[in-house]
């Protein structure tokens, strides 16, 4: 049986071209380096170097071993990867979420049915969520559009709307609704971190003079300091989050509106059944 260092000894080789680079990117001296390609020879009978005074070389066999230890390299790593994600799914839940609301509305559910085991969020872009729920990154994941994937199980969730939360002594502020191009050339504040909210408000308003920040208190300050307009959930104001120093003008847009999607894979859906039914209950409920 070989030894695993030593095929990524080979590859690293293989890869760098002479020893002294590959024992450079493996740490290690290069006579360490020597000594494992000859003990590799003697185990496995054969030639794999051309050897002068001056340079070592991969024969034409040890090319074709040079690439079998990649690929064995590469399917260890995807073992490991895979009997550590089967073990942490028997303990952990992880949603991925593409905007932040979602993640709060959600959470309460997710504690309720899996209150024993560690519960975790992040947000990322439709590719990354799918991709990360086929591949166990996600256990569940909120889209803002159906999948139409086969391999996935996709539920309707709830609406969110965004608005514009306007100074109270700015022109905007007196109209009883505004367009993404009554914006154009403003101020704007948007916070970093919310998903593809960030790139509707980018996309609709791209000549905006914006300022993202990353921090929800720095938000909050410049809000309460500035006259720049910045943009206001209903599902944030009906969860509580509201300033009385914003005046707040409905968008007209249809892009200011999204409808989410819970989705799980379609071979857990019986797992997670009991979850998307109260989800559901919860989502009429709030209707």
């Known amino acids: 049986m070989l030894e695993t260092y030593i095929l990524e000894q080979l590859a690293a080789f293989a ?11 493996l740490h290690i001296s290069q006579p360490a380096l020597s000594r494992s390609m ?27 071993a040079a690439e079998c230890a990649k690929n064995l390299i590469a399917q260890n790593k995807a073992m490991i990867e895979r009997i550590i994600s089967f073990d942490r799914s028997l303990h952990s839940i992880v949603l991925g979420s593409c905007t932040t609301y979602p993640i709060t509305a959600l959470m309460p559910i997710l504690q309720q049915h899996f209150g024993g085991m560690s519960i975790t969020s992040e947000m990322a872009y439709t590719e990354t969520l799918v991709n990360g729920l086929k591949d166990g990154r996600y256990d569940i994941i909120v889209l803002n559009e159906p999948c139409e994937d086969e391999e996935i199980f996709c539920q309707r969730f709830i609406d969110e709307r965004i608005d514009l939360a306007a100074p109270q002594n700015h022109p905007l502020a007196q109209k009883s609704e505004v367009s993404f191009a009554d914006m154009a050339g403003e101020n704007i504040l948007l916070l970093a971190n919310i998903g593809f909210w960030f790139d509707v408000c980018k996309d609709n308003i791209p000549n905006g003079k914006y300022l993202p920040q990353h921090e929800r208190n720095a938000f909050d300050e410049l809000v309460g300091a500035t006259d720049f307009l910045c943009f206001s ?15 707040i003008v409905p968008i007209t847009d249809d892009a200011a ?30 209707l």
Do not use: H, P, Q, W
């Open 38 to 64: 000859k003990k590799l020879e003697d185990e496995l009978g054969i030639t794999l170097f051309v050897r002068n005074k001056s340079k070592i070389e991969l024969n034409e066999t040890g090319l074709v």
């Open 257 to 286: 509106k999204a409808t989410y999607y819970i989705a799980c894979l379609d071979r857990k859906k019986k797992e997670y059944s009991a979850f998307f039914s109260s989800v559901r209950e919860s989502a009429m409920n709030d």
């Open 233 to 247: 959930s209903d599902r944030m104001r009906k969860a509580g989050y509201i300033r009385d120093d914003r005046v």
């Open 15 to 25: 890869e760098y071209g002479t020893l002294s680079k590959a024992a450079e990117k």
